[in-house]
């Protein structure tokens, strides 16, 4: 029995081969488009260099700019303020301490001598009064007052020459 | 017909290894890829807008201080530039003086220097360097005023040394009370022995003056000032509202003498 070959290879073979030459082709597509975007990569790598470093020079002549002449009027005048606002809160009226005072002696005490020590906040007032008793109700006068945040008494002697008292008291200031 | 055949994995390879060793580190390579260009140009030009910012803004500060010359002048009388000793010596005899004390001792000497708040760069970030522009240190715009006791004593009764205290307190120029001592001024009587108290008290107090030198250092842009666009002039008219006193200002109305050891 003869045999007969009725298939149609030769034109499976044709299209096999244009596929083949079209996936070449594609991969040599590729191939190029890498190429081409490594030369983009560089080309626009160095016109970056380039921008950044027109921008640098800019930048430097801006900064000297800002390093000399007004800026240093600006920042001179802004620590003026900035210490001057510190030294405005820091400030103490001393005499508002002393008409704090005026009102807080008794009758029968007089003061002696008035101390005032702005680092530790105090004031030490050395009184005479005409007996302890008096001494006692000025102490608690002071006590009472709410300008000072705190009153106590100190050293308290008896002056014979004089015949009267002569106290300490010691006030903290707010 | 072998050619073709090698041909696609070849090319695939090529492909493969171009982006491997070319493409790849031609877009990032942690240095000088075209990432880190485009992130260096960014930043760059970010730089650059913020000191056109910061160079706007002090054209407008400086604008700020040529049209208020009021707070300008209330500011630069609060605290100077320099020391003055002449002024603060006149202005507290012309005080004492006015309330017709007298003036038993006034002498002016500096005391230590003194660390004043004012802004820094406290996030510690890199200070751009005028030359290159790169990080170099982190800014020190600590300014330094210079604290002066100014010892001063007067003599006089209650009421006025209360007034003395009162103007020194409101005067224009800062000041501040370190120590304040009022006590009996006892004079010895003519036999020797304390006299009888009198309203004759004296007071001796040490003032701080302080100083704050023009600042002259190179600025960096970093200070947190060239941030703002004015400056906050609060403090001047609370300076104004509490400052009553004025500073007298000197003059010398003739010199020149042929032998200065004669009285």
Do not use: H
């Amino acid at each position: 029995m003869a045999n007969i070959n009725l298939s149609t290879g030769e034109v499976r073979e044709k299209v096999d081969l244009s596929v083949g030459q079209g996936g070449l082709v594609a991969l040599i597509v590729v191939l190029v488009l890498i190429l081409v975007l490594y030369g983009v990569e560089i080309v626009w790598g160095q016109q970056m260099t380039k921008d950044t470093e027109a921008i640098q020079t800019e930048f430097s002549t801006k900064y000297k700019n800002l390093s000399q002449g007004n800026p240093i009027t600006v920042v001179d005048f802004q620590n003026r303020l900035t210490a001057a606002k510190k030294m405005a809160s820091e400030g103490r009226d001393i005499r508002g301490s002393l008409l704090e005072i005026e009102k807080s002696i008794i009758p029968g005490v007089y003061l002696k001598g008035y101390e005032f020590d702005q680092k530790a906040g105090t004031i030490v007032l050395t009184c005479i009064g005409d007996n302890y008793n008096l001494a006692a109700k000025q102490i608690l006068n002071f006590k009472k007052s709410t300008y000072f945040s705190d009153a106590s008494g100190g050293e308290t002697t008896f002056v014979a020459e004089t015949g009267k008292v002569e106290f300490k008291v010691n006030l903290t200031l707010k | 017909m072998k050619v073709k055949i090698l041909l696609p994995p070849l090319i695939i390879v090529s492909c493969i290894a171009l982006m491997v060793w070319l493409v790849y580190p031609a877009y990032t390579n942690g240095v000088d890829g075209w990432k880190e260009k485009r992130d260096k140009l960014t930043s760059e030009k970010n730089n650059l807008d913020d000191a056109q910012k910061k160079a706007e803004n002090v054209s407008r500060m400086v604008a700020q201080l040529g049209s208020n010359k009021v707070d300008q002048d209330t500011i630069a009388t609060y605290i100077p530039d320099e020391l003055k000793e002449e002024e603060i010596i006149d202005n507290l005899n012309f005080i004492a003086s006015n309330e017709g004390l007298s003036v038993v001792k006034l002498s002016v000497k500096p005391e230590t220097v003194v660390q004043q708040e004012v802004p820094t760069d406290m996030s510690g970030n890199p200070v751009v360097d005028v030359s290159g522009g790169n990080p170099s240190a982190t800014e020190d715009v600590t300014v330094k005023a210079k604290n002066y006791n100014v010892e001063f004593s007067v003599v006089g009764n209650y009421e006025k040394i209360k007034n003395v205290l009162d103007k020194v307190y409101k005067l224009k120029r800062y000041n501040s009370f370190k120590t304040l001592e009022i006590a009996a001024n006892e004079t010895p009587g003519a036999d020797g022995k304390k006299a009888a108290p009198t309203d004759s008290l004296k007071a001796d107090m040490i003032l701080s003056f302080d100083v704050l030198k023009k600042f002259s250092q190179t600025v960096s842009m970093n200070n947190p000032i060239f941030s703002q666009t004015s400056f906050d002039m609060k403090v001047a008219q609370e300076i104004r509202d509490k400052k009553s006193v004025d500073v007298l200002k000197m003059s010398i109305d003739q010199a020149g003498r042929t032998n200065p050891f004669i009285p």
